[in-house]
Nanobody
Framework: QVQLVESGGGLVQAGGSLRLSCAAS????????MGWFRQAPGKERAIAAA????????YYADSVKGRFTISRDNAKNTVYLLMNILKPEDTAVYYC?????????????????WGQGTQVTVSS
């Protein structure tokens, strides 16, 4: 069982930056692939970024490529999402998720555990 708690969301102007954090419970954090998903009002929850168990592989949705960076610190049981050059269309609830296994997972159904989400609002 893994419990995930996101933090770092908030209100930011377009062009600004935010760093989201996701703290995970449990001693086997390093055996999970991790992902950040986001869900805007009226839209499906979709992948933003993912990272493999050691951080050697990453995946980014086209809409965030070059602006967002996912990273993890297995010693701290934490995964991060650094978001730069934020746009109003990045406004969403951002969810951290964990997938059992050592791969890189980009699809929602591959994830077993989810956090409660943190709101990110980008004003124009």
């Amino acid at each position: 069982q893994v419990q995930l708690v996101e933090s770092g969301g908030g209100l930011v102007q377009a062009g600004g930056s935010l760093r989201l954090s996701c703290a995970a419970s449990g001693r086997t954090f390093s055996s999970y692939g991790m992902g950040w998903f986001r869900q805007a009002p009226g839209k499906e929850r979709a992948i933003a970024a993912a990272i493999s168990w050691r951080g050697g592989s990453t995946y980014y949705a086209d809409s965030v490529k070059g602006r967002f960076t996912i990273s993890r610190d297995n010693a701290k049981n934490t995964v991060y999402l650094l978001m730069n050059i934020l746009k109003p269309e990045d406004t969403a609830v951002y969810y951290c998720a964990a997938a059992t296994g050592y791969g890189l997972y980009s699809r929602k159904y591959e994830y077993d555990y989810w956090g409660q989400g943190t709101q990110v609002t980008v004003s124009s």
